[in-house]
């Protein structure tokens, strides 16, 4: 396998210093930015899998020569047999409503690894195929064995067990996003039941998914939260280092 990262970034270019993509025969892991640019560097990263080169170089200005208009120079280094790519950062979503399934199929295609949790198996028998699920009939204890750097994401049917989820999420400060489903109301009352029990509601987001619009339809929340996880992660570097697969 063959580590390509970005080393320098010099004017537009489509991924910053430090991005990285693994190339090996037949799978490529990561992104640099796609296009040409891309192209370029996987062939020449297969070409030293196949010659037994230890590493490389790439010095290239990304103009209309290779078909890529963005301006700006990338030096790229090549290396064999860099580090594996790390998991995914995970995702529990708690819940198999309506919103609960949308979400976790929103979320399919993204650099995560959702796994939708609930105490009914009827509800997770409506997921989208390709879909984890858990059921489980301590989903507390879920949260209390997830990785440093997990997001929660909790929409149960029943507020009091949203309540005892996310107080059980606050005792963790080790988490990327926390959100629950509900409304300016239910926020308040969390917030009163979480400082009864010495918890600080800050990290918590309630409602999920609001900056972006009204609109109550389970697709559309979703799709709204999906977004709004992932810039989270983004902006605690959950995402940074945990390479697209492509």
């Known amino acids: 396998m063959i580590r390509v990262r970005v080393i320098s970034a010099r004017g537009s270019t489509p991924r910053e210093a430090g991005a990285e993509m693994f190339v090996a025969r037949g799978s490529v892991t990561g992104t640099i930015g796609g296009g040409q640019l891309e192209y370029m560097a996987i062939d020449r990263a297969r070409q030293m899998l196949e010659r037994g080169e230890a590493s490389a170089q790439m010095d290239i200005p990304l103009g209309p020569e290779i078909g ?18 790390q998991a995914h950062p995970e995702v529990l979503i708690f819940g198999a409503g309506h919103v609960g399934r949308a979400l ?5 295609p993204l650099p995560v690894n959702a796994t939708l949790f609930d105490q009914r198996a009827e509800e997770l028998a409506q997921a989208a195929p390709g ?18 750097g997990s997001a929660v994401v909790i929409l149960t049917h029943d507020h009091a067990l949203d309540f005892l989820l996310a107080a059980e999420a606050l005792e963790r400060a080790d988490l ?22 010495g918890l600080d509601p ?13 609109d109550k339809r389970p ?17 605690t570097s959950s995402l940074k280092k945990y390479p697209c697969d492509i």
């Open 68 to 85: 890529q208009c963005c301006g700006g120079r990338v030096v790229l280094q090549l290396d064999r047999e860099g580090p594996e790519p």
């Open 104 to 108: 976790a199929q929103a979320l399919q």
């Open 131 to 148: 879909i984890a699920t858990r059921l489980t009939a301590l989903p507390e204890s879920e949260i209390r064995a997830a990785a440093p």
């Open 176 to 197: 990327a996003y926390l959100g629950m489903i509900g409304s300016a109301t239910k926020r308040a009352q969390f917030s009163r039941f979480a400082r009864a029990r």
């Open 202 to 214: 800050a990290p918590l987001i309630c409602p999920i998914g609001a900056g972006f619009s009204r």
């Open 219 to 235: 697709a559309v929340i979703a799709a709204f939260t999906a977004a709004e996880l992932i810039a989270r992660l983004t902006a």
